[in-house]
């Protein structure tokens, strides 16, 4: 059943953050095989974006030392397959694996950036410029993050005009899209209209923007809801609801792709994407992660076994 509201986008490109953000943020580490056929399936059930992996030093995070390798295993795929990349040096080793997309991850708050960069976020964002510029170059596009753009564990209420400041920076040094996220999960729609709002005024296009909701506190259908109902046509979403957020212990994680299909389907909003193939992908990522999914569409919708009644 599907029913239409009226301000909505027809098609909705989901960005598949669960192999990079997900796996990255799992305490379990997956096997380089078990990850490739991840992002086989996932790009098998539809999703026509994915981010692969990320170019970090692996000292920085174990959970994805294995990205040279996962991207000799998977070879040429269609689609959009974007790495994350910190610096000049993880630049280097996507542009040698073949890359053809990258995001960086910038900071709206001092605190994370100081936690998660090790530096303030004027000195991470300048760290970022010959980065993108040589990404760009070399004829890549750049996403560029924002992370925690309306709440932060250590500093509380994050002002919009800090996020905007972030956000058109990235712009500036040629970021092709600006991805804003909710890293603790406290954003409610209203902030989100209020950033979206300030950010038009500020010159972002709308459709350089993608959303980046986490349901710590439920809220991540709505806000994207209202980011839909703005003109943000990519939403980032995890299938299963792989990972969270190591440095916010209330994190409970990214928005589930099963979730985030099924308001879309429901809205008549195409993605491309078949719903029990990415059920079944996710059933068997939890399986192999040996814990449930936290999503409410898996639950729903993934097959289990009769009881006795
Ligand atoms: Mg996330």
Request: glycine letters at 10%; a negative charge.
């Amino acid at each position: 059943m599907t029913a239409t509201l009226p301000g909505l986008p027809d098609r909705v490109e989901i960005y598949e953050v669960g192999p990079r953000d997900g796996l990255q943020n799992e305490s379990a580490v997956v096997p380089v095989e078990d990850k490739a056929e991840l992002v086989q399936r996932l790009i098998a059930a539809g999703l026509g974006t994915v981010e692969l992996t990320s170019f970090v030093p692996a000292r920085w995070v174990p959970q994805l030392a294995d990205a040279e390798q996962l991207l000799a295993l998977l070879g040429p795929l269609p689609g959009r397959h974007p790495v994350l990349v910190p610096n000049d040096r993880g630049l280097d080793r996507a542009l040698a694996a073949g890359v053809r997309e990258i995001a960086v991850f910038a900071s709206a708050t001092e605190t994370f950036a100081r936690r998660n960069l090790n530096r303030t976020v004027a000195a991470s964002l300048e760290m970022f410029v010959p980065v993108v510029g040589r990404a760009r170059a070399e004829g890549l596009a750049v996403r560029g993050y924002v992370s925690m753009c309306f709440g932060d564990p250590w500093e509380g209420a994050v002002p919009p005009a800090q996020v905007a400041d972030v956000a058109v920076r990235l712009v500036e040094m040629g970021c092709t899209e600006i991805s804003l996220g909710d890293t603790t999960g406290v954003g409610t729609p209203g902030q989100v209209a209020e950033l979206l709002m300030l950010l038009a005024r500020r010159r972002v296009p709308v459709d350089m923007l993608a959303v980046h909701f986490h349901d710590t506190y439920g809220q991540a259908l709505a806000n994207t809801l209202l980011a839909l109902q703005r003109g943000v046509t990519t939403v980032d979403a995890s299938a299963g609801g792989l990972g969270g957020c190591p440095y916010a212990v209330s994190a409970t994680g990214n928005l589930a792709t099963e979730d985030l299909v099924w308001l879309l389907h429901g809205l008549g909003i195409d993605t491309g994407v078949d719903l029990p193939a990415l059920v079944a992908t996710s059933v068997w990522m939890a399986e192999q992660l040996g814990r449930p999914s936290p999503s409410r569409t898996l639950a729903a919708l993934a097959p289990r076994p009769e009881k006795d009644c």
